[in-house]
């Protein structure tokens, strides 16, 4: 979801539906990790209008955001190493 933010931000709906088609999370994990996420800092919101419907909140990623999202991709490739250490293939 941060990686998703680093590009643009995003209102939730189509920030779940993305997540849903690439990797099979469903709402009821995402928005409670998007409150999560918002409580620790991570991203912020704003609420904006639209003509056609309820108002949508859009999130961006914070300071801490960015440096969480870095953390993350610092983990991730130590976690891709080890599997592929395992795997016994190169990176």
């Known amino acids: 979801m941060l990686a998703m933010l680093s590009r643009r931000e995003s209102y939730a709906y189509e920030i779940s539906s993305t997540l849903a088609d690439a990797v099979g999370m469903g709402e009821s994990t995402i928005y409670p990790l998007m409150r999560r996420m918002a409580k620790d800092g991570f991203v912020a919101s704003r609420l904006v209008e639209t003509s056609s419907g309820p108002s ?36």
């Open 56 to 91: 949508r909140k859009y999130y961006t990623l914070t300071k801490a955001g960015w440096q969480r999202l870095e953390e993350q991709k610092s983990d991730w490739r130590v976690f891709i190493a080890a599997v592929n250490g395992i795997l016994g293939e190169s990176q």
